[in-house]
């Protein structure tokens, strides 16, 4: 079953298709589409890991284990383990929303899966060399220093504000 965000990407496709060719003709319309063509191709691999490691941790993580270090009760530990595995995690959205969505399938806390996904955009460990050699050290360190509490804050004040509906929210990703 198409969901209702894929459809309306469809008309938004298609909406553009339409534009490019009243621009430029059936040329430009062909070339955004062998663009966005060649763009699929060269994520493909990168998707289908992703989506195999989000497979595996479903299996290999037990409903138990999960509610213990991840669930609900987890608490620090919890949002702790979320914002160090989301610094850790290598590659950008398509390697990790495919385990967050795991983890969410998986019984994670919402905040654990806030901590997670905050973890993974402020203090990716992968992102690190890049930085350093294009904005220098100083200015990594500072903003690494401004950001450290971000992650578990976010974490925590979404657990306590919103915690409640993480069984809502499993549900409606369900449907």
């Known amino acids: 079953m198409i969901d209702r965000t894929t459809i309306a990407l469809g008309f938004v496709a298609l909406a553009l298709a339409v534009l490019a ?4 003709g059936a040329e430009l ?4 589409l ?9 994520v493909v691999p990168l998707l289908l890991a992703a989506f195999l490691v989000a497979g595996l ?8 284990a999960i509610d213990r ?8 530990r919890g949002i702790v383990l979320a914002c160090v595995a989301g610094a850790l995690t290598p590659g950008g959205p398509y390697v990790y929303y495919p385990i967050a969505g795991a983890l969410l399938k998986s019984g994670a806390s919402l905040g654990v899966l806030v901590a ?3 973890a993974k955009n402020l ?6 060399p890049y930085e350093f050699a294009l904005l220098g050290p100083r200015l990594t360190i500072i903003r690494l220093a401004v950001t450290l509490m ?6 925590f004040v979404a657990e306590s504000l919103f915690g409640s509906a993480i069984e809502r929210i499993r549900a409606e990703v369900a449907s």
């Open 69 to 76: 270090w991840l669930g609900t009760e987890s608490g620090v």
């Open 21 to 24: 060719g009243a621009r430029g």
């Open 57 to 64: 941790v479903q299996v290999l993580l037990s409903r138990e």
């Open 29 to 32: 319309a062909a070339a955004g």
């Open 150 to 155: 971000v992650p578990p804050l976010l974490g």
């Open 123 to 128: 203090w990716s460990i992968t992102r690190l």
């Open 116 to 118: 997670f996904v905050s």
């Open 34 to 42: 062998i663009a966005g063509g060649k763009m699929l191709l060269s």
